[in-house]
């Protein structure tokens, strides 16, 4: 007699806890991927954008400005608690992010509906199932650097007064130089002037330098200098800078600049508040670009 067995599988739902490794024998998480990850990128152009279950990392590159519009947060399949989305915004325009239906975007403890991310901007948002408090946090972003300004910065030395080194032209002393390479600086010129009291007045000893840059000529059209002076040595003298002017001769880029001391005036015994090391000063050149 023949049987029939038939063996019939019944459909359920079977739930473990545990830990998943890929690419490694010893999870130390409830999933440890050793190696890269991967999930959905999409550039868009639209000027309105919905995201979805299917967007993780979503590109903007329009002509023109767009919102993109988070999905409304429900209960059960719609329960989208530690859903995440990066957003870049690699266009010239705004993209305006905003949560749907009462749903509100938290970037602190004040919920609010929109958040505008700039040209060059960068936003994360996850979603933390808070219907009171904000349902999406505003956990990363990053601001695009100024784009109207151009910064450049350099350190050069402060010579000592005409008391201890003698004035110079021409560049003819290139012991107080600045920088390497092609970043270099030249002290072209020092015009030293002693301090001066009377029942008047009381002036401080004071120097003249003429500092010219050996790269490329800068622009300096809309050029402002920030100068700041540094006490380098164990002397306690102290020290003012002062911008005079900018201008380009020869090619070359020349910043002049006064430098007082403040700390001394007049004769201290033998000294005639001339200082006798050398210095820094620390120059910012910042140039609105328009």
Known sequence: MNRLFLLLGLSTSVFFSAQVGINTTQPNSTLTVNGSFGANYKELTSTAYTLDALDHYVTYNGTAASTFTLPPIGTAATNYS??????????????????????????????????????????????????????????????????????????????PHNGTVADWINHSNTNYDSGTGTDVWWIVSKASTV??????YSNAARMLLVYEYQGPAFNITNLYP????????????????????????????????????????????????????SFLLNILLARKVF
């Open 82 to 159: 530690g859903r995440l989305y990066k957003i870049k915004n690699i266009s010239n325009f705004n993209v305006i992010l905003q949560a749907s239906n009462s749903n509100t975007l938290r970037i602190d403890n004040t919920p609010v509906s929109t958040f505008v991310i700039p040209p060059g901007a960068y936003a994360e948002v996850v979603n933390n199932r808070n219907t009171t408090a904000g349902t999406w946090d505003l956990s990363f972003t990053v601001l695009p650097k100024p784009n109207n300004v151009e910064i450049y910065g350099t350190q050069v030395r402060i010579p």
């Open 195 to 200: 301090t001066a009291q009377t029942a008047d």
């Open 226 to 277: 920030t100068l700041t002076t540094g006490n380098s040595s164990s002397f306690p003298d102290v020290f003012i800078a002062s911008f005079v002017g900018i201008a380009n001769v020869n090619g070359k880029t020349r910043i002049t600049v006064s430098v007082a001391r403040v700390d001394q005036i007049g004769t201290n015994v033998n000294n005639s508040a001339n200082w006798t090391a």
